[in-house]
């Protein structure tokens, strides 16, 4: 995942450095990258709805949610003529924390085992677990991705209203 997001991230500098940049190849890019997030995501949700991962698998999918929408309202706002930039949680950040997650997660099960659970008294269930070393940082993303694109929403808002009262 590190390796593949590390040449997504650069496949547009090398086109714009080897003057093979194109406004279709800039999409073409944009629409790959995003199926390519979704597809990890949905293997992510699989997975954890498949090892019974419940409440995981649903702020998984709030991840994707958010991701979507990050995308989705820097797209929207630049198709309407307003940039719309910036935020905690842009693509590469996502690559980089989902890959680190997993990596973690891989080899905190080799240390510790699968059924590793720490347990809290009087609490009837385990607060944490091998696997929380992966879903936890998933659950952030959930959080800070939505947070991102409502910020950047607002921040087109703004822009907008400041482009209205210059014509006006």
Do not use: W
């Amino acid at each position: 995942m590190l390796f593949a997001g590390l040449f997504d991230m650069l496949d547009g500098q090398v086109a714009r450095l080897g003057n093979m940049g194109s406004t279709f190849g800039a999409m073409y890019d944009s629409v790959l990258d995003r199926y390519s997030e979704m597809i990890m995501f949905m293997g992510i949700c699989y997975y954890l709805i498949a090892h019974h991962y419940l409440l995981s698998s649903l702020f998984a999918f709030i991840a994707l949610i958010g991701s979507m929408m990050v995308s989705y309202t820097r797209a929207r706002a630049e198709g309407l003529g307003v940039e719309c930039k910036g935020g905690l949680m842009q693509r590469p950040e996502r690559v980089v924390l989902i890959g680190l997650s997993a990596i973690a997660c891989g080899i905190t099960y080799s240390f510790v085992g699968a059924d590793y659970k720490v347990y809290v008294e009087g609490i009837p269930f385990h607060v944490f677990e091998t696997m929380s070393v992966f879903t936890l940082p998933i659950t952030v993303m959930a959080v800070l991705t939505n947070i991102t694109a409502v910020n950047r929403l607002m921040d087109a808002k703004k822009a907008m209203q400041q482009k209205e009262m210059k014509t006006a």
